[in-house]
């Protein structure tokens, strides 16, 4: 009998070509389930849903396994291509340029839970296709902690999906550009409070980048927490979902989100942001351990103190 | 004989007519040595330099005296026009468009330090030619506490003497987008390391405005502090000007800058921009009490603990 992951989670697995100004790297481990998963992993046991074809390197697999990663969900497909993105951030680091986007078996994926996985505590899920996420959390069951992230293409595309998915988890974690967009309001105090009036999910969080985040609660807005001060961004792809992974690797250890700790949760969101944009694909979790993440926090604890 | 104010301010007088999207105002009080000084008020006894032509209303001379601020150094020029500036802010509330600037009076201005001001313990140097900056501190002499603020004209227009001025003061205050324009570099972090080591303040602020502030100390990085969150942003012309009124407010009443009270200074600064921009001009400052200030620092405090 399998072990209940502390967290389930889906979202993409990818190979990536990402072009920076610290150079080019291509074919690299990516993802949305893949950052979460491996953000999570040093606080969690994560159960991963996700999907790739036989071209999908083994040293991967291995690499996820060694970090403690259920990989049950994980489906391989035979004679089809993982999912492939391509871009760059020479213009801005906080926004990629896409060169290319294949989605190859990505763009059928229909995500399996194992049934070990529908016991989990907790959920995450990453971005995709709103109308999947809706069909995961019918399957996980009403008492499961339910976090979703989302993305700007699914806004346009899929927004009647998307909002269902808002009015049934938790929390909503966007980044600042999503709920602008999603609101049509450039004011971020007012765009949170539009999405909490709506949706009334228990807390919001948007995600700034360098900014730092904003916490909203039922109460209206809560917390701004600062982001770690990082002079070199080598490749900033996956932050936002390294930031959930620190996020909800934090509840799995330390109970659902409350006004008390949820200032605290979004620090290990922001220390994990911060040693993933160190290097390309995920080496900036390499040789990455829990006393490091936790000197971070309490670095980030005294930086607006 | 006078006494000596607090603080001594040198900066521009200003009647403006500012567009925003909360409508048109005309020909109202501004500019940077009356945003500074009506700010640092609430805390402090200021002692204006500036320069008026003599179509400036003599309720706005009454307005400040009855915030307490000396105008023994207020020249008024007679048969000469007020600094006129115009803009709106109806693209990005973060950047004003200037219609026309008309420096009149402003063209010439030439500061005159009355004997009393040049005996204060602190001296603000708002946005007026770097030149007349260092002109000023040489009057004050040596043992005098000096803030900076600066605009992006003179970081193309005068360089050198702003270099100068950075040199000679113990505190420099720039917004976000002016040091990354002197330093020529996106990321934050690093501009602020590169304007600690070329000049070596005690202290480096950089205002983001709606993302708060990062304090820089001889140590490196030290600080971020959020900004207070605000739907109605009414209009921020002064904004900047304010919370140098409410740092500078601080030092008067609790002494100069160390790496225990810095964040706390901020947040008034802090506090003060958040209070101006709800309205036009300084009506954002009418009926504003310490009391009221210094609740809303607590506040900022609790933002991020």
């Not at 228990?202 to 900014?211: A, F, Q, R, S, T």
């Not at 992974?245 to 659902?256: D, E, Q, S, Y």
Request: charged share 20%; hydrophobic share 40%.
């Amino acid at each position: 009998m399998s072990k209940i992951p502390d967290i389930t989670a889906v979202g993409s697995m990818a190979l990536d070509t990402v072009t920076t100004h610290y150079g080019t790297h291509e074919n690299c481990l990516g993802g949305s389930a893949v950052y979460f998963s491996m953000s999570a992993s040093f606080q969690a046991k994560v159960g991963l849903i996700g999907v790739v074809g036989d071209d999908f390197p083994k040293a991967h697999v291995e690499l996820l396994k060694n970090h403690g990663i259920d990989l049950d969900g994980l489906e391989v497909v035979k004679g089809a291509k993982t999912f492939r993105w391509s871009g760059s951030y020479l213009n801005d680091v906080n926004a990629a340029d896409t060169h290319c986007t294949m989605l190859n078996v990505f763009a059928t994926f229909e995500p399996k839970i194992p049934e070990n996985y529908k016991k989990a505590k907790t959920l995450f899920l990453a971005n995709i296709l709103p109308s999947l996420q809706m069909k995961v959390i019918e399957e996980m069951g009403p008492d499961c902690y339910k976090v979703c992230d989302t993305m700007n293409f699914y806004i346009n595309s899929a927004r009647p999906e998307l909002e269902r998915v808002f009015e049934n988890v938790n929390v909503i974690v966007m980044n600042d550009g999503e709920i602008k967009m999603f609101t049509d309001q450039a004011n971020l105090i007012r765009a949170g409070r539009l999405v909490m009036e709506k949706f009334y999910p228990e807390y919001l969080i948007v995600k700034k980048g360098e900014h730092g985040s904003l916490v909203f609660g039922r109460g209206g807005f809560m917390k701004a927490i600062p982001a770690f001060p990082t002079e070199k961004v080598v490749d900033p792809t996956g932050a936002g979902d390294s930031f959930a992974g620190g996020v909800l690797g934090f509840i799995a250890r330390n109970g659902r989100l409350n006004n008390e700790n949820v200032a605290e949760a979004v620090r290990y969101g922001t220390a994990m942001g911060s040693f993933l944009v160190t290097g390309f694909s995920i080496d900036g979790f390499m040789d990455l351990t829990l006393a490091k993440i936790e000197e971070r926090v309490e670095a980030l604890r005294n930086l607006s103190k």
